[in-house]
């Protein structure tokens, strides 16, 4: 089904608005991710390698003030994070604009390469703005009744059949999910992509930031998405980016100042690099873990969650199905354990159950995952 699903989007039109905000071109689900989207839909341990590799460079110039300069350009880069992604972003969530609108309109394969030869991104763009003007800015909604005029001016016979819509109140779903942690309403960004995915950052609760897809309301359902938001705000609530942080930089620092004086063997320091990051990417696994568990206790639909993984990860989920591809996935650096082992895991997990210490359970399920792939 979900293969399926992905071929039928590949010929549909998405467009997404938020009322009061800025039209905005669709990005691409194809394009290459940017650096910093990498960092903060990837996990902060991207920043630290990539700092890591620039810091060989600094210590040219810089000699061991490289360190210094590495250390506290990564602190700040946390501690402005929610700043960061809220520049970045394509539109800011508030209380005041706190819907998103989405159209989705399927064409046949051969007519969508017809049409997207025949109208450049900037036409869509502007049939786009159109359509806004006509319905969303005077307050109706976006129907085949208030969009036909202007996709018929673009070669498009609206057909009911053919087109879906939808109203996401971003803001209500996001308040709802704090008050189950108990915590204040973040900011709330979304980027205008397709492709499914969540993110929060910050320095804390009260100062962080959840970011979302539009590709993330489009393919998951109201609750499915509620279960992604209360595994984003555990990270929040945890300030896991911090513990991340200190766990890099002590060894960063255990590597520079104590390493290096004792290992003059390239080909011992490369192992030894290989080995560590391996082992922080493998740790990084269980504060992933103990996500989807405070999600699961706190929102109360494990398996709800477990469809909204098999729905994002589906691809992922069919190599997992080869063992060797299982063990592959608990070594390689990844911050998230393999989605089969999240799917199965959440399948099993009783709502009513409470567990205290949930990063140590998390930890010690993740460890029994990694010996059960082989």
């Known amino acids: 089904v979900q293969f399926f699903e992905e071929r039928v989007r590949r010929s549909t039109l998405y467009f997404a608005w938020v009322q009061g905000r800025e039209v905005v071109p669709e990005k691409s689900p194809f394009r290459r991710a940017r650096v910093i989207e990498r960092i903060f839909f990837g996990n902060i341990l991207f920043l630290f390698v990539l700092l890591m590799a620039i810091s060989i460079v600094l210590f040219l110039f810089l000699g061991l003030w490289a360190v210094v300069v590495i250390i506290v350009g990564q602190f700040l880069i ?15 969530i508030s209380a005041q604009n706190p819907t998103v609108h989405i159209l989705q309109y399927h064409l046949p394969p051969q007519e969508r390469a017809t049409f997207t030869q025949k109208h450049s991104r900037e036409k869509l763009l502007q049939m786009k703005k159109e359509i806004y003007d006509e319905t969303i800015a005077l307050g ?10 202007v996709m018929s001016k673009y070669g498009l016979q609206c057909s009911q059949e053919n087109m879906a819509t939808k109203a996401v109140n971003v803001y209500d779903m996001v308040e709802k999910t704090t008050q189950k942690y108990g915590l204040p309403v973040p900011k709330i960004a979304l980027s205008n992509t397709i492709v499914p995915n969540a993110a929060a950052s910050g320095p804390s609760p009260k100062h962080g930031i959840v970011l979302i897809t539009t590709g993330l309301l489009v393919q998951l359902d109201e609750d499915e998405i509620l279960s992604v938001l209360g595994h984003e705000l555990s990270h929040l609530r945890a300030r896991d980016q911090f513990v991340l942080f200190g766990l890099g930089t002590g060894e960063y620092a255990f590597r520079i100042f104590v390493l290096l004086n004792y290992i003059q063997s390239f080909l011992l320091f490369y192992l030894y690099l290989f080995l560590v990051f391996n082992l922080i990417y493998f740790v990084a696994k269980f504060f992933e873990a103990r996500a989807d568990l ?9 398996k709800v969650l477990a469809g909204a993984l098999r729905k994002i990860g589906f691809r992922r989920l069919q190599f997992e199905r080869n063992p060797s591809y299982r063990i592959q996935d608990w070594i390689t650096w990844d911050p998230h354990p ?3 082992f999240r799917v199965e895991r959440l399948e099993k997990f009783d709502p009513a159950r409470q567990v205290k210490h949930t990063l140590l359970q998390s930890a010690k399920d993740c460890i029994r995952g990694f010996f059960a792939a082989f």
Do not use: H
């Not at 109706?140 to 005029?149: G, I, N, Q, S």
């Open 78 to 92: 946390i501690l402005f994070s929610d700043r960061l992604i809220g520049t970045l972003s394509d539109w800011p």
């Open 140 to 149: 109706k909604p976006v129907e085949c009744e208030t969009a036909r005029d």
């Open 338 to 340: 393999p989605i089969y």
């Open 294 to 302: 405070e999600s699961a206790m706190r929102m109360g639909n494990p």
